[in-house]
């Protein structure tokens, strides 16, 4: 295998130079295919948040398929500019890896490559990805704080269950749990304690310094008796309005 001949180094240097404008035309032409545009720019839209994730399935989508456009067009303009450096220093034509001549034939195809065949390494996948995705992760998009045991504050989660308490479209019959038989205990969670960990703490109160024990006999106290999870009261259990919801 022989190194190229002068006349094959300038038909290689010829086909580099025009592929590099051609490159840069059309990234300044479309912009860098649009990319640096803001999301619904093409529809006069001033701002995105106004719009349900679901309606901008296909705008992130397309701006998905415009960063790796682009991107595939940054890394083929700099590796055609490193090719011609390296006809510079009169590197070009060997391979990176094993040091031996690169097929004229396979120069000719690809005439950026700075590998043979058998040393090409594997391209590592682009971590660029749209902005917008990261307000449509799921679930919550960056509001969610679940995930992190040091954070107990008031989170998108939190918003989404106190808006969805007030009604969906949702039937029992969609609900996570499969003990919900009515619309009220629809939205996400709603078994959840508000206000407390456990359910003995809702209904057992003390005053300041820990005493006069009062008990509420609320849903949660009813419950917790049904189960025999603790002690009846010495005295009765006389009738009261239950303000959860509205007995007896």
Request: proline fraction near 6%; aromatic fraction near 8%; glycine fraction near 6%.
């Amino acid at each position: 295998m022989t190194s190229l001949t002068n006349e094959q180094r300038e038909t290689l240097r010829d086909l580099l130079e025009r592929e590099r404008h051609s490159i840069e035309r059309r990234l300044a032409d479309n912009d860098h295919f649009g990319s640096a545009d803001p999301l619904g720019a093409a529809t006069g839209e001033l701002s995105s948040y106004d719009n349900h994730p679901a309606d901008l399935g296909s705008e992130v989508f397309e701006r998905g398929k415009d960063i790796a456009l682009n991107e595939h067009e940054e890394h083929r303009l700099a590796d055609i500019k490193d090719a011609l450096q390296r006809m510079k220093e009169g590197t070009y034509g060997r391979c990176a890896i094993c040091r031996r001549p690169i097929p004229y034939e396979r120069l000719q195809a690809m005439p950026d490559t700075e590998y043979c065949i058998d040393h090409v390494p594997d391209r590592e996948l682009s971590q660029r990805r749209p902005a917008e995705e990261k307000l449509m992760e799921p679930p919550f998009g960056r509001t969610s704080l679940d995930e992190h045991a040091d954070e107990t504050e008031f989170d998108g989660e939190d918003a989404w269950q106190i808006v969805e308490s007030w009604g969906n479209s949702d039937s029992p019959a969609m609900a996570e749990n499969p003990e919900v038989h009515d619309y009220e205990s629809m939205y996400a969670e709603a078994e959840e304690n508000e206000g407390f960990v456990e359910p003995y703490e809702s209904f057992v109160a003390t005053d300041l310094y820990g005493q006069h024990v009062t008990v509420v006999r609320n849903r949660h106290y009813r419950e917790y008796m049904e189960h025999y999870e603790g002690e009846p009261l010495l005295e009765p259990d006389y009738a009261y309005v239950d303000e959860d919801d509205g007995l007896r």
